[in-house]
T-cell receptor
C-alpha cells in the first residue's frame, strides 16, 4: 500500500464549478497535512495546510480532514482556468520531519 | 522574509560524470532541509533530509549523497551519474517539525 494515495485523474470541471480532490494516507500517527499546486515545469507551491479534523477555508479553497478515515480532501470553489494544474497531497509522518507526497491529481478547468 | 536558492536551473550531464547541486536558504536559522526528485509525470520522492549541520537522513538507496556543511546550505552529489538519475530535483526547507515545506525553483537534470 502506498503511503499517500491520490486519484491521478485527469479531473475535468467547467469554469465556475467546484473541483473536489481526494487523498488517503496510511500512517495513523500523521499530524500535518498539506495541499500543493504544481504547474507544469514548475516547483510545488503550498496552497493549504490542516492539522485538525474538520474543515479549513481560505478564499476559494477548503481543506477537509478526517483522521479516523485517514482521508484528506481539497475543494476548489468557482474553479478558474488558472486553477488547471497538478494538485499534490502531502502528509508528514509521525515525528513531523518527513513529508510524503502523493503522485498528484491533474485538474483541468474548461473555460 | 525567507528565500531559497537552488542552482543550476537545468543541467545536461553524460552517464558516469559527477554531480553537484547546491541549495541555500536565507532569512531563517537552523531550517530542516530536504532533497526531493520528481521523475517525468510522477510524484515527489524524498531522497534526503537534514535537521542540522552534518546530520543527513537517507531515504532511498542510490548512488546519490547529500551534505550539509553549513546551517543553510544543502548539497546533493553523485560520483557517477546513471541514466535513471534524470529528473527534476527540488530542494525545500521547513522551519520546524510539522511545518509546511517551501521549495526552490528546482534543477532539471538530464543524463545522456
Amino acid at each position: 500500500q502506498k503511503e499517500v494515495e491520490q486519484n491521478s485523474g485527469p479531473l475535468s470541471v467547467p469554469e465556475g464549478a467546484i473541483a473536489s480532490l481526494n487523498c488517503t494516507y496510511s500512517d495513523r500517527g500523521s499530524q500535518s497535512f498539506f495541499w500543493y499546486r504544481q504547474y507544469s515545469g514548475k516547483s510545488p507551491e503550498l496552497i493549504m495546510f490542516i492539522y485538525s479534523n474538520g474543515d479549513k477555508e481560505d478564499g476559494r479553497f477548503t481543506a477537509q480532514l478526517n483522521k479516523a478515515s485517514q482521508y484528506v480532501s481539497l475543494l476548489i470553489r468557482d474553479s478558474q482556468p488558472s486553477d488547471s494544474a497538478t494538485y499534490l497531497c502531502a502528509v508528514q509522518n509521525t515525528g513531523g520531519f518527513k513529508t510524503i507526497f502523493g503522485a498528484g491529481t491533474r485538474l483541468f478547468v474548461k473555460a | 522574509s525567507q528565500t531559497i536558492h537552488q542552482w543550476p536551473a537545468t543541467l545536461v550531464q553524460p552517464v558516469g560524470s559527477p554531480l553537484s547541486l547546491e541549495c541555500t536558504v536565507e532569512g531563517t536559522s537552523n531550517p530542516n532541509l530536504y532533497w526531493y526528485r520528481q521523475a517525468a509525470g510522477r510524484g515527489l520522492q524524498l531522497l534526503f533530509y537534514s535537521v542540522g549541520i552534518g546530520q543527513i537522513s537517507s531515504e532511498v538507496p542510490q548512488n546519490l549523497s547529500a551534505s550539509r556543511p553549513q546551517d543553510r546550505q544543502f548539497i546533493l552529489s553523485s560520483k557517477k551519474l546513471l541514466l535513471s538519475d534524470s529528473g527534476f530535483y527540488l530542494c525545500a526547507w521547513a522551519g520546524t517539525a510539522n511545518s509546511p515545506l517551501h521549495f526552490g525553483n528546482g534543477t532539471r537534470l538530464t543524463v545522456t
